[in-house]
């Protein structure tokens, strides 16, 4: 039995309440120090950081044009790029159909079937999750002798990620899904070059995003309680399990909490609470400005033109 509209809107509302009381009774805990954590961090490093969420957000655009292609329709970089991040202004509503379900009005009205659109934005977010999984499980047990112990669970999801990224499995995962949903099947199965590609763009999005988590925490190097070494890993495989659980957790838009929940736990063993909470803070504002500045360049680049004013369609392969 299918549960009614009202119930999914209900629990979105629910968990939204719940995490404004938690972020208030954080802040009246500790907020004077998580301010202080704050002005340490001062303007340069947020703007330096700002550069490598950016850098972040358009290899995860890539991701995406990877697998449009793979699927058999090629858009221009400026197009994919417009129906991209257009899309993905819809991940602020609580789950992730919104930016689904827009990019696909964006990608038919630049010829690509809305179906072929979906797909690869459910792959997208497949990908994404898999290989997030994937570098926090190679890098956070490699940031101190006792993290083995305390992330082996991670560890279990290697292999499982590994098979499901290989083309033949994902292919049939993907055919499943689409029989489920009642929706066209693949036009052809994917390809190693294709998913390879993906998966690439991929890990160039993730050490960027790591990049832009280690900038945050760099200027509360005088709070850090050893361990510093292993910071570039901490960063890079926190800031991927973070980005996955939030993600996973569909009521909350964009991964709300949850995120900086899961960033302020891996900072734990070397950063106090509240330094920590200062980075996950400031990290959330970087990302969304940094999804914010890409909206506004995906409305600024309109689909190209040929000569005669018509739109230049996908390319067919």
């Known amino acids: 039995m299918k549960p009614p509209r009202w119930l999914g809107r209900a629990l979105r509302v629910a968990f939204l309440l719940v995490a404004v009381v938690v972020i208030v009774a954080t802040l009246r805990e500790q907020g004077g120090q998580v301010r202080g954590a704050i002005g340490r961090t001062g303007i340069v490093a947020p703007v330096v950081s700002l550069v490598a969420a950016l850098a972040g957000l358009f290899a995860s655009a890539q991701v995406w044009r990877s697998l449009l292609t793979d699927l058999g329709s090629r858009l221009p970089l400026r197009t994919a ?3 991209f991040f257009l899309g993905q202004l819809g991940k602020y509503l609580p789950g992730s159909v919104f930016a689904v379900a827009a ?78 949903l009642r929706r066209d099947p693949l036009a052809r199965p994917l390809s190693w070059r294709g998913l390879g590609a993906a998966v690439g763009w991929s890990l160039a999005m993730w050490v960027a995003y790591g990049v832009h988590v280690l900038l945050l925490v760099l200027p509360q190097r005088d709070e850090l309680s050893g361990g ?75 689909p190209q033109r040929s000569r005669d004013g018509a739109r230049v369609p996908a390319v067919r392969r």
Not at 163 to 169: F, G, K, M, R, T
Not at 234 to 241: F, I, K
């Open 103 to 180: 990019q696909m009005e964006l990608g038919r009205d630049q010829g690509v079937s809305r179906s072929r659109v979906g797909t690869a934005s459910l792959l997208f977010m497949g990908v994404l999750v898999a290989t997030g999984l994937l570098v926090s499980a190679v890098a956070l047990p490699l940031t101190s002798p006792d993290a083995l112990g305390r992330y082996f669970w991670v560890l279990l999801v290697l292999p499982v990620g590994l098979v499901c990224l290989a083309p033949p499995v994902l292919s049939r995962i993907v055919a499943v899904g689409l029989r489920v």
């Open 81 to 83: 790029l417009h129906v």
């Open 228 to 302: 510093a070494a292993s910071l570039p890993l901490l960063a890079l495989g926190g800031y991927a399990l973070a980005w996955t659980v939030g993600f996973l957790f569909l009521l909350a838009p964009a991964g709300a909490v949850l995120r900086e929940a899961v960033l302020v736990l891996a900072f734990a063993p070397l950063l106090d609470k509240p330094a920590a909470t200062a980075v996950a803070v400031v990290s959330r504002g970087v990302m969304t400005l940094g999804d914010l500045l890409w909206g506004g360049v995906g409305a600024l680049l309109r």
